[in-house]
């Protein structure tokens, strides 16, 4: 059933727009990966947070989607090439999106993403889904909403997708009012070159708990978690000040120190959340073996097992060295 809050919101952003399919929408956006993150709701129907949160998106991997509207009892959800299960969580999930915007006159989609983040790169790709899911039906429709507005409409997907709907540096700010009007992503206006993430997969088994739970039990039953607002304001004027100098040591260790504390909250609560397998802390020391060498590269964790390195173009041998089957993005190009 569509909440009446997510409803009003929606019929707030698209008030007087278009709304006049034009047989397909097409758009892009990339997967994204918090530095400072996001952990922990204070709306779980509009997706808003407890905190604001900053991140840098992934150039060229992401999702690509087609939308288009189909003469049909019920909607098709293609990802990959292969049809999901409406019943399943995630053929759910995108369902429930269409029926934000569905209304009574626009009946059922067909919805085709091609994601070409590589399964082995341990990255969840759902930002990306549903902030090109967004971007596509603004293209379907003719809206013509601006980046924030479609950030909130991302948003409405899932978390993260706000701030996938930009390019390069990312700040997701978690606003104050009820109706999540103040809740958008705006790009941080920085380049930096010379900035590679590496993505290093430890393991494909499933998720012990997905990240809406894991999150929900956290802020109701971990202590550390009263900790956190305050950790999180801190971490991202660390973050920003360091993107503004281009200071690889304080950006990757306000980062590393920033995902470990989040994790420590997991830990914290009851029953605990650990996606940590034994691998990710062999990782995990092997990086923190290079720093001791001398070498500028740090870590960040998201709600699964896998490592993201943050380092300089310079260190990008070491890294590959040290992590032969890592995959490499350099978010602002390489010339
Ligand atoms: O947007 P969700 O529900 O997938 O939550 C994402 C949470 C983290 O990836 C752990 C942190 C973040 O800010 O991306």
């Known amino acids: 059933m569509l909440s009446l809050k997510k409803r009003d919101l929606v019929d707030a952003l ?11 929408g097409r758009a892009f956006a990339p997967v994204n990966i918090a530095l400072c993150k996001y952990w922990g709701k204070r709306d779980s129907e509009l997706n808003l947070p407890i905190t604001s949160s900053l991140s840098i998106s992934l150039a060229e991997l992401g999702a690509e989607t ?5 003469d049909s009892d019920r909607d098709i959800f293609i990802l990959n090439g292969s049809e999901i299960d409406p019943d399943s969580d995630a053929g759910r999930r995108v369902v429930e999106y269409l029926d934000l915007v569905r209304g009574d006159q626009h009946g059922c989609f067909r919805v ?34 601006d980046r924030r507005e479609l950030s909130i409409m991302a948003r409405l997907g899932s978390g993260s997708a706000a701030r996938s709907v930009y390019d390069g540096f990312v700040e997701w700010h978690a606003g104050q009012r009820a109706d999540g009007s103040d ?17 290093i997969e430890i393991s494909r088994e499933p998720k012990p708990i997905g990240s809406r739970p894991a999150m929900a039990r956290t802020v109701e039953t971990s202590s550390l978690y009263s900790g956190w607002p305050q950790r999180v ?46 691998a990710t802390l062999v990782a995990i020391e092997k ?6 060498e001398g070498v500028g590269v740090y870590m960040t964790m998201d709600a699964g097992p896998n490592l993201k390195l ?25 010339e």
């Open 14 to 24: 698209l008030d007087g727009r278009g709304g006049r399919p034009s047989g397909v």
């Open 66 to 70: 087609i939308v288009r509207q189909i």
């Open 112 to 145: 085709e993403s091609q994601s070409n983040v590589p399964v082995a790169a341990g990255v969840a790709s759902s930002a990306a889904g549903f902030a090109a899911l967004a971007l596509a039906l603004d293209d379907l429709f003719g809206w013509g909403l």
């Open 183 to 199: 809740c958008f992503a705006e790009r941080i206006d920085a380049e930096w070159r010379d900035l590679r993430i590496a993505l």
């Open 233 to 278: 304001a801190a971490d991202i004027v660390e973050i920003r000040a360091a993107i503004s100098d281009r200071d690889i040591d304080r950006l990757g260790s306000a980062a590393e120190s920033n995902a470990l504390s989040m994790h420590a909250t997991m830990l914290d609560a009851r029953p605990p959340v650990l996606y940590w397998r034994p």
């Open 287 to 292: 990086v923190w073996r290079m720093r001791a």
């Open 310 to 334: 943050i380092f300089e173009q310079r260190n990008q041998d070491r890294v590959t060295e040290v992590f032969p089957d890592s995959k490499t993005v350099a978010p602002f190009g390489t």
